[in-house]
């Protein structure tokens, strides 16, 4: 087979493969110009003569999605920064000092992932509760944030044992403290790192329901999952408005993802063994 | 005077004791090498110096001060990486200007000093460059600039040259020798390559294991090698070590091997060995054994009649091995005509060239 | 509760807001089930809402509890005389809840566009249902159907039981299951739908609804809460659902009342302000304002005798359709009797069991979980034990740090860097995980339950023996496990097999990266919902691709037990595959090129390059993900429950976590649910162990 037919065959291949992926996805936008209605309908086509984007104005008019998404926002980007500062600081930590309790610790930030999270509600909320953090912020984004922090940690320590030991100890030699090492010489190199986890945490909380479910009680404070699923009542759904507001929730998700791909695979070092 | 005097370090790794009890001193202005085969502790007597580690035992003392629980940040030494250990985030510029910044400096002042280091190491057609952008030799030299933007009292070296190509590295070794000269502040240079050691330094301070063999200017560790290990260290080829016995016939003393026996009646101060224990370890460098067919001066007394094994040819030099008996013998020789491995050969022994070592203890027979 | 009575209710309350300036209404929607869990997880914490608006069958359940108060104290019994007495909700001889409607009962409505007079016996209905179930274009695919409903649910369902005779619970709360009745309503439906196919196949409450509403369905059954959603689109009539021809008995529909609750925890001036909101909502004045707004049935005696109503005929021929329905049972038992019947009646659907032997199981299972959730395990010897156990553990923990605390003090001085720089995420992790894992540690040891809510002991490994000691959980990890491996695997190979294309040199390679991504982009419980989506039987995309690309014939994807499972497992691999993708991405980069061209020289082929070079090489940042990807899928519960809404069909579909939500949050049983956690915790770290010394990546750590 020559290299020519080889690639040509590839690249078909790929660019099926990629069409059914998508499909999926393509199907929530299809779903989000119809009516309610006509959610069940037996057509293949994602526009059809009935399709409008009346669903997207009454989404943005006539209900408070965009408070939702300002709320979503926000802690999301509260979420992010905590995240990053907690991991990239604890990562480091792990990579690079020989403490008493390392080993546990790590071996436990793994073990954290192995506990079915749904039992972990009643806790929180008898946390919350005590501490009176229901029906705020704080306690969403202290729980998001931690949440989160496992994995994170994980994989900022992963990168940072790419790093030489060489550099900060240049830096130091340098004259930098231990602390201004760590910020002004490793930190930007652990740019795409950095970044990843920005990613994982922002993901964590964006687009999360049961916490923010039991967290939230006050619709003024709605994050966009809550809103959603409000559209979704047990006996009736608002399809179309559901599904626009799935697409209007994805499309930050989408552009993060796919502004950053190119970290994504430098940055993604779950177990980069040291070397 | 910015000496650096380290009094009985000692450090261990868990169960490892990698120092035992390390003393030397740096004097200013001196350039010292520490040389030492790999995985002896140099690194970590270095580190130590820097305050990249901290000792379990002894002083570290630069400039006359106790620097034991100085940061590194504070103690006024700069050093240079095996592996260059350049920021990659930042530009040639900004990696040399790391420091100073760091020190909060003037713009101008910043300005000056890079440029100045730059234009002394050649590399400031690159300052715009990020590390990845160099070579290993430009690299080596921003990593040079580095320390020297710095001005420090005292320079740290780790292997600078192991990354580079053997050409590259002869440049290198003159280059930093030069810089020394130039700057005249003390440097502590780390290596395993005993040319360099012997090209650049001082003083060389020789550690095996943990501890200090030999301290002492290049000849001095050449040519009074304080027991066998300095001189096998020291000096290429190798010197030929070889078990024997001084023995008197006569009233003269002879040391014999297998398949060897040397008069040694030339020697100064042969009485000494006489009173000792007739067993010892006999050393001579391959530069000391001559052709019998080119020498000037035939001593058929000190004549050894060997056979070839094996021709290293050398260019100006061919390193001829053979043996004697069982005795191995390393000859480096003019080349003046063509050896052949079998080759009945006779090697002339410079008796005034002779090393004696204490067969137990290895230590050196002074003489 | 639909958007519109929200809205409803929410006027009313703006209303009373402006009468009463200093009291501010907070309201909270929930949807039904939800707001049972949240309510319960929000009474232990000593919180929640003050008023709790929702279906009379919570009163069971939470006065068990002892989370909502006796309202008999609080109001003069006069008032509640203001009302039917159906919308009175009354358990264990105390009054709970205070309706301000009554309905939510089933009935048949039918579009009068297609029939004129509703059918009045199951044999008219099914005459009726073969002639308006019609393939009008010919392509044998049925574009009209004649009934459509939500028929897989208890709820849908139990009116036929009535109408064959007997009642699927007693006064006494105990289930009557296994009765002909039972029997003949289960062999009823799926006759409508095998033999005389009046019904869709795969038909769940959003399919119907939406038939009927655009014309595709000429009947329904549905509550009343669905007027207001047709009222626009559609010219419907209702009727009571059709006598039972063979036994000239007519369905007995649930009827139930949706109304008001107080919170136990509502104290003081609190509670009179709530007490007085309490009075506003359920008022003649208010109901009279639903009625205008919603048509909603009153239950205040006054509203009901306004000429609004009296002129309503809508609510007047509601009111006779009420006549035939039976009050909603509101003990905490209908639960586990609901559960017991929807796995059986699933069971018959798909034709997995016939209907005697269904009828049959579903009593045993009923009495079955009925016993195990109102057993109460008194704190035996084991119990003290295990609770001096504990203490001496934490003691002991005490007077090893306590010896110890020299060396932790060196080593704190030593590493404060490092110690400082772990402390805040340190506190955080503890706060949310550490804590709670405790917590559970704790409850999995005790009888915390539905009848223990309050005041739960220690009781020891009790629930642990019973998950061990139980079948079922041995089916439920075989389940887990394949669907584990089933996933992994086909993240792991798509992912690197596509990883390995993507890195060769073709056009557009970023693109595909980007694109391949999305899967992992899109928010997981949105792109679980699209799949099902996709899943259904007759309109889903999965079925009419098969169909008219490769001609075959649908598959009943969502009501099957294997299909069900697969169709969980698929979505699952769509929504993981980028990540391994990503990670062996960023493996393949590390490859220096070299090795390849080196392999070519020696005439290595394609296969052998990637056995010999490319796996070697990506196994070291492989293996960590694997592991990681392992322990989340094994942990998924989103898609699973999602996807397959819950278990169904007959709770077949259930992984290991999905079963311990089922367990915690539907079935009360929180300190099995615990255990099972834990055992599921300890599976996973041994895994863990385990893979990670066979594969010598203990050094990661
Ligand atoms: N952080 C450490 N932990 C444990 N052992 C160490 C550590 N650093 C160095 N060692 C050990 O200490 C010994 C000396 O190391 P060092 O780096 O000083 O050797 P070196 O003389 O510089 O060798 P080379 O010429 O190879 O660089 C080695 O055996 C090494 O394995
Ligand atoms: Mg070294």
């Known amino acids: 087979m020559s290299k020519k037919i080889e690639t040509l065959f590839i690249f078909s291949f790929l660019v099926l493969f990629t069409l059914a992926t998508l499909y999926p996805a393509l199907n929530i936008i299809g779903i989000s110009l119809r009516t309610d209605d006509a959610f069940q309908s037996r057509s293949l086509a994602l526009w059809t003569s009935e399709s409008s984007f009346r669903s997207y104005v009454t989404l943005f008019l006539k209900t408070d999605f965009l408070t939702w998404m300002k709320n979503s926002f926000l802690v999301s980007f509260v979420v992010t920064l905590t995240g990053v500062v907690l991991a990239s600081t604890?990562?480091?930590?792990?990579?690079?000092?020989?403490?008493?309790?390392?080993?546990?610790?790590?071996?436990?930030?793994?073990?954290?992932?192995?506990?079915?999270?749904?039992?972990?509600?009643?806790?929180?909320?008898?946390?919350?509760?005590?501490?009176?953090?229901?029906?705020?912020?704080?306690?969403?984004?202290?729980?998001?944030?931690?949440?989160?922090?496992p994995f994170c940690i994980w994989q900022m320590k992963g990168y940072y044992d790419t790093i030489p030991d060489a550099l900060e100890e240049a830096a130091r030699i340098d004259g930098c403290s231990r602390f201004s090492a760590f910020t002004k010489v490793i930190l930007p190199v652990s740019a795409p790192a950095l970044v990843i986890t920005a990613l994982f945490s922002f993901m964590a909380s964006w687009s999360e329901y049961v916490v923010a479910a039991i967290v939230l009680q006050d619709p003024g404070l709605y994050t966009l999952p809550l809103g959603l699923k409000s559209f979704q009542a047990s006996l009736s759904t608002q399809w179309g408005l559901y599904a626009a507001g799935a697409v209007v929730v994805s499309i930050p998700v989408m552009i993060l993802f796919i502004s950053l791909s190119r970290f994504l695979v430098s940055g993604l070092t779950v177990g980069s063994v040291k070397g | 005077m910015a000496g650096v005097s380290l009094q009985a370090i000692s450090k261990s790794f868990g169960d490892n004791t990698i120092l035992k009890g390390i003393d030397v001193q740096a004097h200013s202005r001196e350039f010292m090498v520490i040389v030492g085969p790999s995985g002896c502790g140099k690194s970590t007597l270095l580190r130590i110096i820097a305050g990249l580690e901290t000792p379990d035992g002894g002083d570290v003392i630069i400039d006359g001060e106790r620097k034991n629980d100085t940061d590194p940040s504070k103690r006024e030494v700069a050093m240079v990486f095996q592996n260059y250990a350049l920021y990659p985030t930042m530009t040639v510029y900004e990696n040399l200007a790391f420091s100073q910044r760091i020190r909060k400096r003037s713009k101008d002042e910043i300005d000056k000093r890079v440029m100045e280091s730059a234009e002394m190491l050649k590399i400031d057609e690159l300052l715009d460059r990020k590390p990845k952008e160099l070579s290993g030799g430009q690299r080596q030299r921003v990593a040079l600039g580095r320390a020297l933007v710095r001005k420090p009292k005292v320079f740290l070296f780790d292997e600078p040259l192991s990354n580079l190509d053997a050409k590259l590295r002869q440049e290198m070794r003159l280059e930093i020798k030069k810089l020394h000269t130039q700057l005249n502040n003390t440097m502590i240079y780390v290596t395993h390559d005993q040319t360099e050691a012997m090209t650049m330094a001082d003083r060389i301070c020789l550690m095996n294991n943990g501890i200090i063999e030999q301290i002492g200017t290049p000849e001095e560790l050449y040519n009074k090698p304080a027991n066998t290990f300095v001189s096998t260290f020291i000096g290429m080829p190798p010197i030929n070590l070889i078990d024997g016995e001084v023995c008197t016939e006569n009233g003269s003393a002879f040391f014999m091997s297998d398949g060897m026996r040397i008069n040694l009646e030339k020697i100064k101060n042969i009485e000494l060995l006489k009173d000792l224990d007739k067993h010892v370890i006999m050393g001579i460098r391959p530069e000391n054994l001559h052709d019998n067919y080119f020498a000037e001066i035939k001593d058929p007394e000190n004549t050894i009649k060997c056979t070839v094994d094996l021709v290293e040819n050398l260019g100006s030099v061919a390193l001829v091995h053979s043996h004697s008996g069982n005795t191995h013998l390393s000859a480096s020789l003019t080349t003046g005509k063509t050896i052949h491995p079998g080759d009945s050969l006779d090697l002339i022994v410079d008796v005034n060239s002779l090393h004696f070592f204490h067969q137990e203890t290895k230590e050196r027979i002074k003489l | 509760m639909l958007y519109e009575n929200r809205k409803a209710l929410r006027e009313v309350c703006d209303k009373y807001e402006e009468s009463h300036p200093d009291i501010k209404i907070e309201l909270t929607y929930r949807e039904t089930e939800e707001l049972r869990s949240n309510f319960q997880s929000s009474a232990i914490g000593g919180s929640g809402p003050d008023l709790i608006y929702g279906p009379s069958d919570q009163v069971g359940p939470f006065a068990v509890m002892g989370i909502i108060q006796s309202?008999?104290?609080?109001?003069?019994?006069?008032?509640?005389?203001?009302?039917?007495?159906?919308?009175?909700?009354?358990?264990?001889?105390?009054?709970?809840?205070?309706?301000?409607?009554?309905?939510?009962?089933?009935?048949?409505?039918?579009?009068?566009?297609?029939?004129?007079?509703?059918?009045?016996?199951?044999?008219?209905?099914?005459?009726?249902?073969?002639?308006?179930?019609?393939?009008?274009?010919?392509?044998?695919?049925?574009?009209?159907?004649?009934?459509?409903?939500?028929?897989?649910?208890?709820?849908?369902?139990?009116?036929?039981?009535?109408?064959?005779?007997?009642?699927?619970?007693?006064?006494?709360?105990?289930?009557?299951?296994?009765?002909?009745?039972?029997?003949?309503?289960?062999?009823?439906?799926?006759?409508?739908?095998?033999?005389?196919?009046?019904?869709?196949?795969?038909?769940?409450?959003?399919?119907?609804?939406?038939?009927?509403?655009?014309?595709?369905?000429?009947?329904?059954?549905?509550?009343?809460?669905?007027?207001?959603?047709?009222?626009?689109?559609?010219?419907?009539?209702?009727?009571?659902?059709?006598?039972?021809?063979?036994?000239?008995?007519?369905?007995?529909?649930?009827?139930?009342?949706?109304?008001?609750?107080?919170?136990?925890?509502?104290?003081?001036?609190?509670?009179?302000?709530?007490?007085?909101?309490?009075?506003?909502?359920?008022?003649?004045?208010?109901?009279?304002?639903?009625?205008?707004?919603?048509?909603?049935?009153?239950?205040?005696?006054?509203?009901?005798?306004?000429?609004?109503?009296?002129?309503?005929?809508?609510?007047?021929?509601?009111?006779?359709?009420?006549?035939k329905g039976r009050p909603m049972p509101v003990v905490p038992e209908l639960r586990a009797i609901w559960d017991a019947l929807r796995g059986e009646y699933q069971s018959v659907l798909a034709g997995t069991k016939d209907p005697h032997a269904a009828a049959v199981e579903s009593q045993r299972k009923a009495i079955d979980q009925i016993k195990t959730m109102n057993v109460v395990i008194e704190p035996g010897v084991q119990g003290k034990?295990?609770?001096?156990?504990?203490?001496?553990?934490?003691?002991?923990?005490?007077?090893?740090?306590?010896?110890?605390?020299?060396?932790?003090?060196?080593?704190?001085?030593?590493?404060?860097?490092?110690?400082?720089?772990?402390?805040?995420?340190?506190?955080?992790?503890?706060?949310?995980?550490?804590?709670?894992?405790?917590?559970?540690?704790?409850?999995?040891?005790?009888?915390?339950?539905?009848?223990?809510?309050?005041?739960?002991?220690?009781?020891?490994?009790?629930?642990?023996?019973?998950?061990?000691?139980?079948?079922?959980?041995?089916?439920?990890?075989?389940?887990?496990?394949?669907?584990?491996?089933?996933?992994?695997?086909?993240?792991?190979?798509?992912?690197?097999?596509?990883?390995?294309?993507?890195?060769?040199?073709?056009?557009?390679?970023?693109?595909?990266?980007?694109?391949?991504?999305?899967?992992?982009?899109?928010?997981?419980?949105?792109?679980?919902?699209?799949?099902?989506?996709?899943?259904?039987?007759?309109?889903?995309?999965?079925?009419?691709?098969?169909?008219?690309?490769?001609?075959?014939?649908?598959?009943?994807?969502?009501?099957?037990?294997?299909?069900?499972?697969?169709?969980?497992?698929?979505?699952?691999?769509?929504?993981?595959?980028?990540?391994?993708?990503?990670?062996?991405?960023?493996?393949?980069?590390?490859?220096?090129?070299e090795m390849y061209e080196a392999s070519q020289v020696d005439g290595a082929s394609r296969w052998q390059q990637f056995w010999n070079i490319t796996l070697p090489m990506i196994k070291p940042v492989m293996i960590p993900a694997v592991i990681l990807g392992t322990i989340w899928t094994f942990n998924n519960i989103n898609v699973v429950w999602l996807v397959s809404n819950g278990g169904e069909p007959s709770d077949l579909t259930h992984i290991l976590v999905s079963y311990v939500y089922k367990a915690a949050f539907n079935l009360y049983r929180y300190g099995y649910a615990a255990a099972l956690s834990m055992i599921i915790f300890l599976i996973l770290s041994m895994f863990t162990v385990v893979f990670m010394r066979r594969s010598k990546l203990d050094t990661v750590v």
Not at chain 1, 133 to 147: A, H, M
């Open chain 1, 90 to 149: 604890s990562g480091y930590a792990l990579s690079r000092f020989n403490f008493m309790g390392r080993r546990a610790v790590l071996s436990s930030l793994l073990m954290t992932q192995m506990f079915p999270a749904t039992m972990l509600l009643l806790p929180f909320f008898i946390l919350l509760a005590k501490l009176k953090l229901i029906n705020s912020y704080l306690g969403l984004i202290i729980i998001y944030s931690s949440t989160a922090l």
């Open chain 3, 71 to 323: 309202l008999d104290e609080l109001f003069p019994s006069s008032f509640f005389d203001q009302f039917l007495s159906n919308a009175v909700v009354r358990f264990q001889e105390k009054t709970w809840m205070v309706g301000d409607g009554v309905g939510n009962h089933l009935m048949l409505m039918f579009n009068k566009e297609l029939i004129s007079t509703p059918p009045e016996s199951t044999d008219e209905l099914i005459q009726m249902g073969k002639s308006l179930t019609k393939d009008l274009n010919g392509d044998g695919i049925i574009d009209q159907y004649g009934l459509v409903w939500n028929f897989t649910e208890p709820f849908f369902y139990v009116p036929w039981i009535g109408g064959f005779g007997d009642w699927f619970i007693n006064d006494d709360g105990s289930p009557n299951l296994n009765t002909k009745s039972n029997e003949n309503a289960f062999a009823f439906i799926k006759s409508l739908r095998d033999e005389h196919r009046i019904i869709p196949k795969e038909c769940d409450y959003e399919t119907a609804n939406a038939l009927f509403k655009t014309g595709r369905a000429a009947m329904i059954i549905n509550g009343d809460w669905s007027w207001g959603d047709y009222r626009d689109k559609v010219d419907f009539g209702i009727a009571a659902l059709p006598m039972v021809s063979s036994t000239g008995d007519f369905p007995t529909p649930l009827v139930s009342t949706k109304g008001y609750s107080i919170n136990v925890h509502t104290t003081g001036e609190q509670l009179s302000h709530t007490i007085d909101l309490m009075t506003y909502l359920t008022s003649p004045e208010v109901q009279l304002h639903y009625v205008r707004r919603l048509n909603v049935q009153p239950s205040s005696l006054a509203a009901l005798a306004h000429p609004n109503v009296q002129s309503n005929s809508l609510l007047n021929q509601n009111a006779d359709i009420i006549k």
């Open chain 3, 385 to 593: 034990f295990i609770k001096g156990l504990l203490f001496l553990f934490i003691a002991a923990l005490g007077i090893v740090f306590w010896i110890k605390k020299k060396i932790y003090l060196r080593s704190f001085q030593e590493n404060k860097f490092a110690y400082l720089m772990l402390l805040p995420a340190f506190l955080g992790i503890m706060s949310v995980i550490i804590f709670p894992f405790g917590y559970n540690l704790i409850i999995s040891l005790s009888n915390f339950s539905l009848r223990t809510f309050k005041h739960w002991e220690i009781i020891g490994f009790h629930h642990f023996a019973s998950v061990l000691t139980d079948g079922g959980f041995y089916s439920l990890f075989g389940k887990t496990i394949i669907w584990t491996v089933v996933n992994v695997s086909f993240h792991v190979s798509l992912g690197v097999f596509l990883a390995v294309l993507i890195n060769r040199t073709l056009p557009a390679k970023r693109t595909f990266r980007t694109l391949l991504i999305i899967p992992w982009a899109l928010p997981q419980y949105i792109a679980a919902l699209t799949w099902r989506g996709m899943f259904n039987q007759e309109y889903g995309s999965i079925n009419l691709i098969l169909n008219q690309l490769l001609n075959m014939s649908p598959i009943q994807w969502l009501s099957q037990p294997v299909e069900a499972f697969s169709a969980c497992i698929i979505t699952n691999i769509w929504l993981g595959f980028p990540f391994m993708m990503v990670v062996a991405l960023g493996g393949l980069q590390s490859i220096p090129k």
